[in-house]
C-alpha cells in the first residue's frame, strides 16, 4: 500500500481536527504544557528498547518530514500543529538527541515525475515541492539550525530518493522518532519503508498532522501501534 495515496492536498482544511487518545494495545503517553521539552523528549526515548539504556538517546534521531510553506497552509487545522512540533524539536535538541529534516523537492520542468504517477503528477498540477520555490522551504517556525541536516527526498517516503539511509548509517543511528504531514502520506510511507530496513520506531502522533482528521485517527490509533511506539507531545 502507497501511503501516499490518501493525501489529497486540495482539500480544504478541516477547522475541527480531534486530538489523538488511546489506542489499541498500546498505552498514549501524554506530557503538561508546564513540563520542559527535554522531560517530553526523554519520555518519548523511554519506549526505545530497554537494553540500550542511555545509548538508546545516543543511537536516536528525531525526523521532521514535509513540514514545507505550502504543505503548512494547506494542512494546518488551527490546532497549534507547529508549536506542538517546535516543543518536539526543542526537547530533542536539549537531550542531544539528532534532528533530521526531510524535504520532498522536484527539480524545475519535473523530468523525475512519470505520468503514471497520479500522487505526484497531482502535485505538480498544484505547484507543489518545485526546488528552490519559497512554498517548498522548511517553514519558518520549525527551520533548521545551523548543524541539522536536510534530506531531500523525490517520493513519499523519507528513504525515496535520498541519501537518509546513509545518514543515518554513517551516524550509527537505529531508532527514529517520526512527525510530519501527512500522517497517511510521508509518515506513513516512512514508517513502512523503516520497518523493512529493521529501525526502531516512534511516533509522535499530534506531532503528525493529516488533512483528513478520521484518517489521521485510524492510522495512530489502530494502524501504527501495530508496528511501533505511539506517544503524544501533549494531552
Same mark, same amino acid.
Given at each position: 500500500? +502507497? ?6 492536498? !486540495? ?5 475541527? @481536527?480531534?486530538? =489523538?487518545?488511546?489506542?489499541?494495545? &498500546?498505552?498514549? #503517553? ?5 513540563? &520542559?521539552?527535554?522531560? $517530553?523528549? @526523554? %519520555? ?6 530497554? *537494553? %540500550?539504556? !542511555? ?23 488551527? =490546532? ?23 524535504? #520532498? ?12 504517477? %497520479?500522487?505526484? &503528477?497531482?502535485?505538480? @498540477? ?21 548543524? +541539522?541536516?536536510?534530506?531531500? %527526498? @523525490? ?7 535520498? +541519501? ?23 509518515? $506513513? ?6 520497518? +523493512? ?22 492510522? &495512530? *490509533? ?14
Amino acid at each position: 500500500m +502507497d501511503g501516499n495515496d490518501h493525501l489529497d492536498l !486540495t482539500r480544504p482544511k478541516n477547522q475541527n @481536527r480531534p486530538r =489523538s487518545g488511546a489506542h489499541c494495545g &498500546t498505552e498514549l #503517553m501524554t506530557i503538561s504544557e508546564t513540563s &520542559t521539552a527535554a522531560r $517530553l523528549i @526523554r %519520555k518519548t526515548c523511554s519506549c526505545f528498547p530497554a *537494553e %540500550k539504556g !542511555t545509548a538508546g538517546m545516543a543511537n536516536s534521531a528525531l525526523l521532521v518530514m514535509d513540514v514545507q510553506r505550502d504543505v503548512v497552509a494547506i494542512a494546518d487545522d488551527g =490546532s497549534g500543529y507547529l508549536p506542538r512540533l517546535r516543543r518536539a524539536i526543542d526537547g530533542a535538541r536539549a537531550a542531544g538527541i539528532p534532528v533530521i529534516y526531510v524535504v #520532498m523537492g522536484l527539480r524545475p520542468g519535473d523530468p523525475q515525475v512519470s505520468p503514471r504517477n %497520479k500522487v505526484m &503528477t497531482n502535485a505538480v @498540477r498544484a505547484g507543489l515541492f518545485t526546488e528552490g520555490a519559497p512554498g517548498t522551504a522548511i517553514h519558518d517556525d520549525v527551520a533548521p539550525q545551523q548543524g +541539522d541536516v536536510v534530506v531531500t %527526498k @523525490r517520493r513519499g517516503s523519507a528513504f525515496s530518493g535520498s +541519501d537518509l539511509d546513509l545518514v543515518l548509517r554513517a551516524r550509527d543511528i537505529d531508532s527514529l522518532v517520526l512527525t510530519g504531514i501527512a500522517t497517511s502520506a510521508v509518515v $506513513l510511507s516512512t514508517l513502512w519503508h523503516a520497518i +523493512d530496513l529493521d529501525f526502531g520506531l516512534t511516533v509522535l502522533a499530534d506531532a503528525c498532522l493529516d488533512t483528513d482528521p478520521e484518517v489521521h485517527t485510524m492510522l &495512530t *490509533e489502530k494502524l501504527f501501534p501495530q508496528w511501533a511506539d505511539v506517544v503524544a507531545v501533549e494531552d
